[in-house]
């Protein structure tokens, strides 16, 4: 469903497709940290992460004197700098521009904070051209302005009408070409979130193991492929223990919590497993280490997950904190913000100085929530 | 600066003066009729024709009566002048462009959008409209001043500042238009009412008091439409909405084109004997300048503004 057959061939400058990655991570009850799954079409929630260490500075400064956490507000210029280093001209300043949907998206608000604190123009499709010369430009007051670096969060369907949708108005005509071209960078690459494929993700350990021939650092949950035939026949036998997620879909749309779930509900997941096994895989039901929350007046246990976000251009950066997203309701695993979730600021101590290991604090007095 | 963001701010700008200048009409006409007897007066329907939308009117409304009039023009969604629309149009152009708004300024076009909203209902009632419409008059003024005294005076600025004069310069020359060619007949027996008319024109335009500093005779039309014409000191004459264009003009890019058009709209200004006029010759002559001005427009759009989003063909 991910998959661009238009992008087939195409070799994106420094041979990367996803330059800002948010992998999810959870820890299950015996301490271990898991990819949940990943996220490389265009990974949101980094100004959450932004907003609520500023929270937290504000509630709690004398935490932060004894603790110290290692700050996260460079994100931005790391951003920046990591779009940058695409550009397809060498200059000190290269074009950079944040490509927005629109106000009616429901992530708008991070794309204007992010474009701000980059310093770079927020534009809408509308805004940009691809000119004979298939370069991209934007109409400015002054007349066109070559850019350089899009960083889009214009889903690939709607980037460019000739090439995709072409009832699209989000997008601008031609930009597949002049990215093509070689002439304009896009961040991430149109065709990545061919990876966020959930049944693509089952397979990343052994893609790991065939090109690099290593064992990946943090493992993935197991997964049963729907698609072949012993996990399949596991899976109906034991719906009633597992996770069932289709491969494409996001925002928590459409899973199954096998232990939280009716008898009905069951027949008809399996039902559609049925009839599309390769749309499906299944997982065990991890037990989601817990953090406290505010829950009203008092503190009450709340799963979490955590979303660090990678960035990959000349060199490799991992913010040193994180999305946590908190399931705000009682016993919930769903930590989808459009399903109710919170988030949490998330701190990363330096353990020792001397050794400069980090350790990541979860569920200790370095998590505070703040809902957003 | 983006194309797109320039448009926004030019708007934003012009919808602001518009409700402002909205309000002001309302308000000076609907002192005027206490002042003037019932054969003379000539009711609600002028206000109507400055707009000119008379035929969306006539759609909604069976008559020009009082109530009509005021609710079509203070709070009627459907028709894009109103001061509801233009300040939701307003706060929707500021919506995309916080960044290049101060936050407080933003905060108070939020501010006045709800208030009209909410304060509709005693605005629409006699005794209600009075404070209503000081209020919308009022806030405007203080959203014009914070972006004077706090926005960045850049590219950005000039095009909020373009929006605003040339949307007063519009609204000025309907004000005068509607209180000299459709307010009174131009008949001997308006004549003793001739003061009052100009009178109102000149509050209507807050230039009652700066009318009588400047010129020390008394209301008179020819003095006053120089005033409201010609003065170079009075903020909202013509000739000073024409003038603060054009050093906007001048501090933009490729902008040839827009100054031209804005010369040739002084020069007719200069060139006209307004004291000389009948009323028949304003009237004509108030309809070349807002073709003048509508140019002007056409001019700003098509250098700087993105072109026309044409509907993608499915």
Redesign the interface.
Known sequence: MNFRPQCVGIDPPLGIWAHICGSELVRDADGTLYVLEDNLRVPSGVSYMLENRLVTKRVFPELFEHYAPLPVDDYPSQLFDTLASLSPRPAEYPEVVVLTPGIYNSAYFEHAYLAQQMGAELVEGRDLFVDDDDCCYMRTVDGPARVDVIYRRVDDLFLDPDAFRDDSALGVAGLMRSWKAGHVALANAPGAGVADDKVVYAFVPEIIKYYLDQEPIVPNVPTYRCMEPDALQYVLEHMAELVVKPANESGGYGMLVGPASTQAERDRMAAAIKKDPRNYIAQPTLKLSTVPTVIKDRLEPRHVDLRPFILSADRQQVTMGGLTRVALRKGSLVVNSSQGGGSKDTWILPQDSATETYEQVQGEAGQRQSQS | ????V?ENLYWLARYVERAENTARIVNVNANLLLDLPKGIAPGWKPLVDITGANELFEEHYKDYGERQVMRFLLGDERHPGSIRSALEAARENC??I??FVPREAWEQINGLTLYARDGLQKGLTKNGRHSYLRGLITHSQLINGLLDGTMLHD?GFE?LSLGRYIERADMTTRIADVHSASLLPDADEARPYDNIQWVSVLKSLTAYQMYRRSTQIRVQRGPVLGFIFKSPRFPRSLRWCIDHSRICLER???NEGCLRVNGRLARALDSAELEGFSQKELHDFIDELQLGIADLHEEIAQT?F?PL?T????
């Open positions: 600066m983006l194309s797109r320039a919506r995309t916080r960044d590219q095009f933009l890019p490729r700087w993105p989003v509907a993608a063909a499915a």
